[in-house]
């Protein structure tokens, strides 16, 4: 019996033994993560909840920067990581948008019928026919403005008449005859003429009071016209309207000082200096986009409206904290970039960035003058991290403060 108890007694003690044994101890300087997948950080020892293999336990390094990571020697050069000190530099922000070229509506004028009649002749026929100011444009033929041609050679007849045998004042009622030609479209050379012939001719010429290409021609022999009714529309082409449409999000970028150019692809990139003329005010809300004209020279008329352009805008150059635009690691939350704090050790900090223009980046908040910053190598820096630490670098950071 007593070697009963002696056998039970020892049992029990050692399986207590062994449990004391297995028990896991969890310790403040030590985590445990997977080789397999290093993302997975625990606090105690257990299964990978991925691969479900043994975790292994990791001493932690006193005053470890959550944010930082060491390198060696060799990880340095076979990552080709190289750092710069970063410095004010200057930058400025460069808008390619599409245009086509119109006419300047500024110089596009209207010939309109001054009296009612029936269009006898045309001498300008097919659009883009180019008038000069005082040619012939068309031939009207008018009852109504025959009849004042009429009145006005009655009242010199009158005149010569009987300028000595009445009171009336016949020069004020010639003037007026004559105010009434002229407001219908008659030149003074032709009043002139009609005053010299003494012949009324129901068919009356009228010219051009502008220069320009014809742009719209919507009458043909034979066709009545009222008073006020476009005959023909004319366009200067000595300067024309490059416009392009732009975003609303691109809209801030537009200042009032920009260098406008207009690049031509149909004359082999062929480059035009310009002005921003007009900023429409008002924006669709269906398609918001807005948009903008910009005045060219065009320079023995080879610029057709109808092509194809593109307008860069370029804002003056001001001084900055500039980087290279590999150095900037970004993604849906924010950006950030890599610094060098000792010979072989770099910290992750996250950066508010601005204005972009070539392979240069605008730097806003999160460094100063003079702090030394990874250039080339920043994404490997990245990788390394998440592979030791499990964790993305830019978790850690709080976004709300920049």
């Known amino acids: 019996m007593k070697n009963f108890v002696l056998i039970v007694f020892i049992s029990v003690l050692g399986l207590a033994c062994k449990n004391k044994a297995e028990k ?10 997977c080789s397999m997948d290093p993302q997975v950080r625990e606090h105690k020892p257990g299964k990978c909840p991925i691969c479900k293999m ?4 990791v001493k932690k390094v006193k005053g470890e920067d959550k944010n930082g990571i060491e390198l060696s020697e060799q990880q340095i050069q076979l990552g080709n990581i190289h750092s710069d000190t970063i410095r004010s530099g200057s930058i400025g922000d460069r808008l390619v948008l599409t245009a086509t070229l119109n006419f300047d509506q500024m110089k596009a004028s209207s010939v309109s019928a001054r009296i009612m009649g029936r269009v006898e002749k045309l001498y300008f026929k097919s659009l883009g026919d180019y008038v000069q100011k005082g040619a012939p444009l068309y031939e009207l033929h008018s009852e109504e403005l025959n009849n004042a041609k009429q009145e006005y050679l009655l009242a010199l007849d009158r005149k010569k008449v009987f300028a000595d045998e009445t009171v009336i004042d016949f020069s004020h009622l010639i003037q007026s005859a004559k105010n009434k030609l002229l407001l219908w479209g008659m030149t003074e050379a032709q009043v002139q003429e009609l005053a010299k012939n003494k012949k009324a001719s129901p068919r009356t010429t009228f010219y051009s009071n502008a220069s320009g290409y014809i742009t719209a021609l919507d009458i043909k022999e034979g066709d009545y016209v009222a008073e006020g009714s476009t005959i023909v529309k004319l366009a200067d082409l000595s300067s024309l309207w490059a416009e392009a449409q732009v975003y ?3 809209m801030a970028e537009i200042e009032g000082n920009s ?8 004359f082999d990139g062929k480059e035009i200096k310009g002005r921003i003329e007009f900023v429409n005010p008002e924006i669709n809300p269906d398609t918001r986009i807005n948009l903008i004209r910009v005045a ?20 003056p150059p001001r001084k900055m904290l500039t980087l290279p635009v590999d ?9 950030t970039v890599w610094i060098q704090t000792a010979r072989k050790t770099f910290k992750n900090i996250m950066v508010q960035t601005g204005l972009e223009t070539g392979d240069r980046i605008e730097i ?6 003079g702090d030394v910053v990874v250039i080339s190598g920043a994404y490997l ?3 390394e991290y998440i592979f030791k630490k499990g964790a993305n670098p830019m978790a850690g950071h709080d976004m709300s403060n920049m």
Do not use: C
């Open 24 to 33: 896991p101890v969890v310790s403040a300087d030590v985590y445990y993560t």
């Open 54 to 57: 043994e975790l292994t336990p």
């Open 248 to 250: 609303t999000s691109q």
């Open 259 to 266: 260098i406008a150019t207009v690049q031509l692809p149909g």
């Open 296 to 315: 060219i020279p065009n320079t023995d008329n080879l610029l057709k409206p109808g092509m194809s352009a593109y307008v860069i805008l370029k804002s």
């Open 327 to 335: 150095a900037v690691i970004r993604d849906g939350k924010g950006a």
């Open 364 to 369: 806003k908040a999160g460094l100063k003058t």
């Open 381 to 383: 820096l990245q990788s």
